[in-house]
């Protein structure tokens, strides 16, 4: 079975240039997040998608973060304009719910590295 | 909001020996989750529990849920190279409609290192 797939891996930009990551959940999973990962620091939650509909965006900087999840499968985050302190790792994960629920097991993808000089 | 804080922050230790860390919240939590991330990963679940007292082991590792349902901990018996990496716990927020598996809240980790 296919893991989560992200692109890039790894990208380097100047601040106030945007980036865009792209993911792909396993086949089957409905729930889609997005986690950025500071060095040093645990994954946070940025966004969390129910088949193609935002379930929890609070955690999102709305001013200049976005992403979509069309068709409900594979999604895209970008960043807009970017600023230093968006350096980080950004992490999609997938997981199977039932009936709204899960297992609390979230399937990650390798992440893609963001450095912004 | 919910915090949970991971202690040692790092660990040291000889192939073979047992590792022992730990988790505290300063709330309540239904389900406490162990994951690991290797360098250059995303984190892998370890171990999942989901009832006060609860004791799970997966291996050569067990975990436990506090009765509290402030704390949990993990322990790794004898420890060999590829446990290193950084360890974890995670804990999702409750809503008014009941736990919320998505938004998992992590600790800030514990780095282990194993020497061969």
């Known amino acids: 079975e296919a893991g989560v797939a992200q692109s890039p891996r790894y990208k380097i930009i100047e601040k106030r240039q945007s980036v865009a990551f792209w993911c792909n959940p396993i086949s089957g999973h409905a729930t889609l997040y997005w986690y950025q990962q500071i060095l040093g620091q645990g994954p946070k939650l940025l966004i969390q998608?129910?088949?193609?509909?935002?379930?929890?965006d609070s955690q999102l900087p709305k001013d200049r973060f976005s992403a979509e999840r069309l068709k409900g499968v594979d999604s895209t985050l970008k960043i807009q304009p970017a600023k230093l302190e968006d350096s980080a790792v950004y992490l999609c994960?997938?997981?199977?719910?039932?009936?709204?629920?899960?297992?609390?097991?979230?399937?990650f993808g390798e992440g893609s590295r963001l450095t912004v000089l | 909001g919910q915090q949970l804080n991971q202690s040692p922050q790092s660990m040291f230790i000889q192939e073979g020996e047992d590792v022992s860390m730990n988790c505290t919240s300063s709330?309540?939590?239904?389900?406490w989750l162990w994951y690991k991330q290797d360098p250059g990963e995303g984190p892998v679940l370890l171990i999942a529990?989901?009832?006060?007292?609860e004791l799970t082991s997966n291996g050569r590792l067990t975990a436990q849920f506090g009765i509290t349902r402030k704390d949990s901990f993990l322990n790794i018996s004898a420890s060999i190279p590829s446990d290193v990496g950084i360890y974890f716990c995670a804990g999702p927020s409750l809503n008014a409609g009941g736990t919320s598996y998505g938004k998992l809240t992590f600790g800030q980790g514990t780095i282990l290192t194993v020497h061969p």
């Open positions: 994960a997938s997981s199977l719910d039932h009936r709204g629920k899960s297992t609390g097991e979230l399937f």
């Open positions: 709330s309540i939590f239904n389900t």
């Open positions: 529990l989901y009832k006060a007292g």
């Open positions: 998608f129910q088949n193609n509909g935002v379930v929890d």
